[in-house]
């Protein structure tokens, strides 16, 4: 029977969660790197038993540490991040507002290759993308997205200005799509070379130009495997999709109570089905009237029902992270996420029903999950 | 024989319980560099936790104590107090009171 594995990552640390193939009985290890922040913790598709955690902290800085036994072991990997080259400055609202250095902050994200198990991507805050072929034993920046024509006019979302987003098409091993906060959509045919800036159609009211090229607080970015040219974006306000790579966006917001969210996920068999959770807004972190609700559409978005069975549906004021949500490869798709009081949700039945599987773990920061065999 | 005591969450990270201790080569003066440098060699997970790694700048919420004195902001290259040259006192590295 296959064994489920869900890796939290917290505030306080990390945490992995296993059931079998039931999804009933779910058992919580001991903390992993406690009183680490750990923003990212995610398994290489390739090579299952191999973690990646992403842990820092204000006083000690970043770590990436790796596991080649699911989690058993641990070993500290190169924890390097050089900005190449000419450094440059990027907007900055702070103190004299004038602009800012680029200055390493940490490592938000880390996607390893679909295809290599050497390579891994790693998303930082001062925005950058950073890449390793031997398993985080070196990184190398990738710089030409730092040094974009446009890279000066970037400014730090309420997180920071950080490269949270890495998209990696199976089907094309050179094309990399990444997401910045606030700055938006960004391509790259060449494996990094180059890059575009792909925002047409996203729309940002706090803009002087709400139609920019550039400046478009893009919260998470999700493809179906099967299906790479079609993304789903959930962005400051609206939820977007792409049917040709990010070359442009239409809004799929539709019924909606509300546009605003951070995560956005894919049904693992289903490419059109989408799953979100609506947040009121910038300033309130939190579900709409204390009701927590799961949102899924079985049409690409656009048409969305809500899912709240198992979920609080009063006094519930937790935000939901864009990194802290994922689906399993099972049949029926499992859904998964988790929040900043500290509980992760999951649901065995595509969204349908929701039972917690931790209730008081730190605020959750990112949420995977893994099927092993 | 110096001792350097590290705060918890590096002690973990390098897998060592209580007290550091290293053999330093006296000949030349031993500095708050060099100490760094010779533990960060015996510890390489530790590079980057305490000083930045191209900057070599102490990292701002670690704080360095010795002889019950302040010595963060020592010049790098300033040797060590006498008493932690012979193991007398530790070298303390702490993580800054601040936030936790």
């Given at each position: 029977m296959s064994l489920i594995k869900v890796l939290v990552g917290t505030r306080k640390g990390a945490f992995i969660i296993t059931s079998?193939?039931?999804?009933?009985?779910?058992?919580?290890?001991?903390?992993?790197?406690?009183?680490?922040?750990?923003?990212h913790l995610v398994a290489s598709p390739v090579m299952p038993g191999r973690l990646y955690a992403s842990q820092s902290t204000q006083w000690f800085g970043q770590l990436i540490q790796r596991s080649d036994n699911g989690g058993i072991s641990?070993?500290?990997?190169?924890?390097?991040?050089?900005?190449?080259?000419?450094?440059?400055?990027?907007?900055?609202?702070w103190g004299d507002c004038s602009p800012h250095v680029w200055q390493f902050e940490r490592i938000w994200h880390l996607q390893p290759s679909p295809i290599d198990p050497e390579v891994i991507y790693a998303g930082a805050a001062d925005a950058a993308l950073f890449c390793s072929v031997d398993g985080g034993q070196q990184w190398t920046e990738l710089d030409a997205i730092r040094?974009?024509?446009?890279?000066?006019?970037?400014?730090?979302?309420?997180?920071?200005?950080?490269?949270?987003?890495?998209?990696?098409?199976?089907?094309?091993?050179?094309?990399i799509f990444v997401g910045i906060s606030a700055a938006g959509f960004f391509k790259s045919d060449d494996g990094g070379t180059t890059w575009r800036l792909s925002n047409k159609g996203l729309?940002?009211?706090?803009?002087?130009?709400?139609?920019?090229?550039?400046?478009?607080?893009?919260?998470?970015?999700?493809?179906?495997?099967?299906?790479?040219?079609?993304?789903?974006?959930?962005?400051?306000?609206?939820?977007?999709?792409?049917?040709?790579?990010?070359?442009?966006?239409?809004?799929?917001?539709?019924?909606?109570?509300?546009g605003f969210g951070f995560p956005i996920q894919v049904h693992a068999h289903e490419p059109d089905t989408v799953y979100i959770v609506p947040i009121s807004g910038e300033s309130e972190h939190f579900p709409p009237g204390g009701k927590l609700l799961v949102y899924r559409s079985r049409t690409g978005g656009g048409e969305w029902e809500p899912l709240g069975r198992g979920l609080p549906q009063r006094d519930c004021y937790v935000n939901i992270f864009r990194e802290a949500m994922a689906v399993d490869s099972l049949e029926p798709c499992g859904v998964y996420f988790g929040t900043t009081g500290g509980q992760v949700y999951a649901s065995g039945d595509e969204g349908d029903n929701w039972s917690v599987i931790a209730r008081d773990l730190p605020a959750v920061l990112s949420v995977e999950v893994q099927v092993l065999p | 024989m110096i001792r350097v005591q590290l705060p918890t969450h590096l002690r973990r990270l390098a897998q060592v319980s209580g007290e550091v201790t290293?053999?330093?080569?006296?000949?030349?003066?031993?500095?708050?560099?060099?100490?760094?440098?010779?533990?960060?060699?015996?510890?390489?997970?530790?590079?980057?936790?305490?000083?930045?790694?191209?900057?070599?700048?102490?990292r701002?919420?670690?704080?360095?104590?010795?002889?019950?004195?302040?010595?963060?902001?020592?010049?790098?290259?300033?040797?060590?107090?006498?008493?932690?040259?012979?193991?007398?006192?530790?070298?303390?590295?702490?993580?800054?009171?601040?936030?936790?």
């Open positions: 079998d193939a039931s999804r009933k009985s779910w058992e919580i290890a001991d903390p992993l790197f406690p009183g680490w922040e750990v923003y641990w070993q500290a990997m190169n924890n390097k991040f050089v900005y190449e080259g000419d450094i440059g400055t990027h907007r900055w609202h040094k974009h024509e446009s890279a000066s006019h970037w400014e730090p979302g309420a997180g920071g200005l950080c490269l949270h987003t890495i998209v990696l098409p199976p089907d094309n091993p050179n094309q729309r940002s009211f706090e803009l002087p130009d709400p139609y920019a090229e550039v400046g478009h607080c893009v919260h998470h970015v999700a493809m179906h495997p099967s299906r790479p040219q079609v993304l789903y974006l959930q962005k400051h306000w609206d939820v977007m999709r792409s049917d040709d790579a990010g070359d442009s966006w239409n809004e799929i917001t539709g019924n909606l109570p509300n | 290293m053999s330093i080569d006296d000949t030349a003066p031993v500095t708050q560099r060099v100490m760094l440098d010779t533990l960060e060699a015996r510890y390489p997970m530790l590079k980057g936790t305490i000083r930045d790694q191209v900057t070599g700048k102490r701002g919420f670690v704080r360095f104590f010795a002889c019950q004195n302040d010595v963060s902001d020592e010049p790098l290259d300033t040797p060590l107090p006498e008493p932690v040259l012979k193991g007398e006192a530790p070298f303390m590295i702490v993580g800054a009171m601040a936030g936790g």
